[in-house]
């Protein structure tokens, strides 16, 4: 089955593609396909609203099913801040690290046991003839101190999960395991299934 990946972060298409391929879904680029998927404003005040904008547009574009992911932290002590906002934080040109000081920054009184956060995904896939698959899943973890790990991306260096270790820290299999996205597309996997059962034509 191929499906076209809504995302042009690089670091998500390979974790998404890591964790797909498994489920038989060769899940391509817009480049892979000699196209350009234009950008799209992110306008909803969800993930879920915001997963289903981007796989609409890319499906509607592609004329494939697409899968687009949405996905952030949520912490606490912020009244779930960055929340939808995540990757955005900083600002529209910030890098990871910048997003990373200024959670610190705003972390730096808040006492170990109210550091409490959670990474959320939602996923949606949207077919050409407008139906759409739904999935979501969390990792519950708290902020650290300061960032510990290189793997990974985004926030992953400051979220510490019950092991101890921050997303940063854990290999990509490990991650995949417990990961708010790798729990969603497991989800999601069970639902696509389900779906194509009585939908195969909608595959190419």
Known sequence: MRFIVATH?????KELSRILKPLGIDAVTDIEIGAKLEE??????SFEENAFI???????????P??????????????GEPGVHSARYAGDNATDADR???????????????RTARFISAICCVFPN???VTAGGECDGRIGYEPVGENGFGYDPLFIVASG????????????IISHRGNALRLFAVKLQSYLEGHTQNCP
């Open 130 to 132: 407008g139906d759409k």
């Open 66 to 79: 697409a899968i687009a992911d949405d996905s952030g932290l949520e912490v606490d002590a912020l009244g």
């Open 100 to 114: 990373n000081l200024k959670l610190l920054a705003k972390m730096a009184s808040v006492p170990e046991d109210k």
């Open 54 to 64: 981007k796989a609409q547009s890319a499906c509607k574009q592609s004329g494939l």
């Open 9 to 13: 972060n690089y670091k998500k298409l």
């Open 165 to 176: 270790h921050s997303y940063a820290e854990l290999t990509i299999e490990d991650k995949d």
């Open 40 to 45: 799209v404003e992110e306008t909803g005040t």
